[in-house]
């Protein structure tokens, strides 16, 4: 009855005020009870976000030059790309060289292979195999290469197994036979 109550100097304002903080502390606990564990997590991180976004622009390193920088950067970035100009120039320079040592060998085989023709083409005009001559020009490039790899035959072969040997018969096969294993567990340890 706290409405009624009034008298002259208070009036109906601190009444209704004191009833609306009660309203709001109601109001505050049943929302923070029901949702305060989110409300809680939220502000956790948003914190968290608002460090890292500080960090961030704290670290950069171009984030706000001085005047003293800004007098120096027109230098520097010249400087960088001059130095890459540079870089790029050695690079091409190098790869031009490459190219030249390529060609070169390319030119080098390109001669080779027009030799050999040539001599095939004048083995063959004298009346000659010019497959002979291939094969002589392959066994010596192979005898060059590896002369020990020559795999050395042997005549006198006689055969592992007999002409009757059938594995699926299940004769003939000495002490080598299957038996099926024991059932149960294994003894693994």
């Known amino acids: 009855m ?13 009444a209704l005020g004191r009833g609306g903080l009660e309203a709001l502390q109601h109001t505050v606990g049943s929302v923070l009870s029901s949702y305060g564990w989110y409300v809680l997590l939220a502000a956790v991180a948003v914190y968290l976000l608002v460090q890292k976004v500080s ?3 704290a670290a950069r390193p171009g984030g706000r030059p001085g005047a003293a920088e800004a007098a120096e950067e027109p230098d520097v970035v010249v ?3 001059e130095a ?3 870089a790029r120039l050695r690079m091409q320079e190098e790869l031009n060289a490459q190219a030249e040592k390529y060609k070169e060998k ?5 001669e080779e292979r027009r030799r050999q023709k040539i001599a ?3 083995s063959m005009q004298e009346g000659k195999s010019y497959k002979g001559n291939l094969k002589l020009n392959q066994q010596e490039v192979e005898s060059g290469a590896s002369a020990s790899a020559v795999p050395k035959s042997k005549p006198n072969k006689k055969p592992l197994r007999g002409g009757g040997y059938n594995p699926l018969s299940g004769e003939g096969g000495g002490t080598c036979s299957w ?3 024991r059932r149960g567990p294994s003894a693994g340890g």
């Open 179 to 181: 038996r099926p294993g």
């Open 106 to 110: 390319q030119r080098q085989l390109e």
């Open 55 to 57: 960090r961030s622009l």
């Open 120 to 122: 095939m083409w004048e």
């Open 84 to 86: 890459l100009a540079a």
């Open 2 to 14: 706290e409405l009624g109550d009034g008298g002259g100097a208070a009036g109906p304002g601190p």
């Open 79 to 81: 400087r960088r790309q």
